[in-house]
């Protein structure tokens, strides 16, 4: 793998060097397949990098520990960003399987509420992970083990919603909050008006997919959206320091999300 890395190099039609780009696309397509062999292979490049770097040769940054198109908040501002919720499968009688958004006004409570939080998080972790850390399994583009993760309950039960820390939505017949203050932990929405099972899902997310269907668009997996970030960080970053044009046109970069290649 490691000779397969070095002897990566492409010049596009116009004599721009696009070996950067290919050299992430490869890391990209290993950390999506095999975990261990990714992180085998990345502790290895660091090991050579080191070498190279006492020797006075190029420092490849999406290699280090703590890549400088990673440092501080999205580049994204807090407009961009959609929130999305998706009922719970045990709170019936139907089951809604796509993701909803929420309209504006509730957009706009949510965001102000939480997203200062939700960005601080992101920041923590990112100081906390280097660059393609995150190992991603195999899911659909837009959905992944949500429903997995909350345990069936056969008691429903009422809400108790915190008027100061809690975000009412849907004209009060919900409310979201944060349970607990430990990093990352998701979002929950809960009825005010009548019992629930288990509370549904909420998610913040800049990056969506249009499935041209009823549904529209959907939030990818948290592991998707991880990996199209940090993507869109890194070109972004190649971009500006290498001064290159481009034509809307072009493929800038193809990157791997789970079995779907992604433009």
Request: proline content about 3%; hydrophobic content about 30%; aromatic content about 12%.
């Amino acid at each position: 793998m490691v000779e397969r890395y070095f002897s990566i190099h492409e010049v596009d039609k116009r004599g721009r060097s696009r070996t950067e780009v290919k050299k992430f696309e490869f890391l990209n397509l290993l950390r999506v397949k095999s975990k261990l062999l990714f992180e085998h292979f990345l502790n290895k490049m660091r090991i050579i990098q080191l070498r190279e770097e006492a020797w006075g040769r190029t420092n490849e940054e999406w290699l280090s520990e703590a890549p400088c198109y990673l440092r501080g908040g999205s580049e994204i501002g807090s407009g961009s960003k959609l929130w999305f919720y998706k009922k719970s499968p045990n709170n019936g009688p139907t089951v809604q399987n796509e993701w909803v958004r929420f309209c504006e006004s509730d957009r706009f409570k949510l965001e102000k509420k939480f997203g200062s939080v939700l960005e601080s998080e992101a920041e923590v972790e990112a100081e906390a992970q280097s660059s393609f850390t995150s190992s991603c399994s195999s899911d659909d583009e837009y959905d992944d083990s949500d429903n997995d993760k909350h345990k069936r309950k056969d008691q429903s039960v009422w809400a108790d919603p915190d008027l100061d820390n809690d975000v009412f939505v849907d004209q009060t017949r919900f409310f979201v909050s944060k349970p607990n203050s430990n990093i990352n932990s998701e979002l929950e929405m809960k009825p005010v008006y009548w019992r629930f099972k288990e509370p549904d899902f909420v998610r913040q997310t800049t990056w969506c997919v249009d499935t041209g269907k009823r549904e529209g668009l959907q939030p990818y997996s948290i592991e998707s959206g991880v990996i199209i970030e940090e993507a869109y960080r890194f070109l972004r970053w190649r971009l500006e320091n290498s001064n290159e044009l481009f034509d809307q046109s072009e493929n800038l970069m193809t990157i791997q999300i789970g079995e779907q290649a992604k433009r």
